[in-house]
């Protein structure tokens, strides 16, 4: 049976350091995460900002990097995704991304893992597909939350006592399992990340961001003119410094507190992006 396509945040997916190995020959492995998802396909969308040829030209194996509100995705297609890789391989960042592909990790020499994307599947998207992917992660992300928080006063929280909370089957234990694995987990670290989703795509879940808007802006106008000046000081690509954005700013009369929140607005409108801290480049 094909397995569901999660729909689960970056943040919450880099988190996870186990993986539940396949009992039989045709059953499937998962990637287990803090909060008890079984994540074994997943669906992601986000912003992809760099692809890199880890092989050769005649095998390739590229890597690409696609963020999201909470996080990155590290995503490898090569010789046994041939169909994913060929469409990585052409697509030319910045650009809005949908992916369904496998869970994995992988774990080093010193002991770490990271948990990665291997795609079946990847396309170019617009901007709304991102946004209704947002709301969707944050839907589920809300659900597991809330039967973590109920799970964690139980007593003991095994699978048939977290069940009886109202869990599914698979969901009760998923999460037994990931209090096994990780304890139980500052479930705070998780609601900012349900925040910080909900404020990139709602306006009405961005009142932390109210007062330090100048009365009257950011509007229109200000937002096109920052998105002039990210443009005009783009270094081959590499996105432009944040010190001399500050600096032209300053000199087409945008005060600092005007380009800031100008630039907040475009940030969570995905029309701009961070490629490394300090640098700021358009989609």
């Not at 270094?235 to 600092?256: F, H, M, N, S």
Request: charged share 25%; net charge neutral; proline share 5%.
């Amino acid at each position: 049976m094909r397995e569901v396509a999660w729909r689960l945040f970056a943040g919450e997916y880099n988190d996870a350091r186990k993986t539940i190995a396949a009992k039989g020959e045709r059953e499937p492995s998962f990637v287990l995460t803090p909060l008890g998802a079984q994540v074994n396909r997943l669906f992601l969308s986000g912003v992809l900002t760099d692809v890199e040829n880890l092989g050769t030209d005649q095998e390739p194996m590229y890597r690409g990097r696609v963020s999201d509100p909470t996080g990155v995705f590290h995503v490898y297609a090569g010789q046994y995704q041939p169909v994913a890789a060929a469409a990585l391989g052409k697509i030319a960042p910045p650009a809005f991304v949908a992916v369904i592909g496998k869970a994995r990790t992988y774990t080093t020499d010193q002991g770490t893992t990271y948990a990665n994307v291997r795609p079946e599947r990847l396309r170019v998207v617009e901007a709304g597909v991102r946004d209704y992917w947002v709301l969707e992660a944050c839907r589920f992300l809300r659900k597991r939350l809330d039967l973590a928080k109920a799970a964690y006063a139980l007593e003991s929280p095994t699978a048939d006592a977290i069940a009886k909370l109202g869990a599914s089957r698979a969901g009760a234990e998923g999460l037994a399992a990931a209090i096994r694995e990780y304890g139980k987990v500052d479930l705070s670290r998780y609601a900012a990340m349900l925040t910080e989703g909900l404020r990139y795509v709602l306006p009405e879940h961005r009142g932390e961001r109210a007062e330090e808007v100048p009365a009257g802006g950011p509007d229109s106008q200000t937002e096109g003119k920052v998105l002039e000046l990210v443009a005009s000081l783009d270094e081959g690509g590499k996105g432009a410094p944040w010190d001399a954005l500050v600096a032209a700013a300053g000199k087409a009369g945008l005060e600092p507190s005007a380009l800031e929140a100008a630039v907040d607005v475009l940030l969570d409108r995905g029309a701009i992006y961070e490629p490394v801290l300090g640098r700021i480049r358009r989609i």
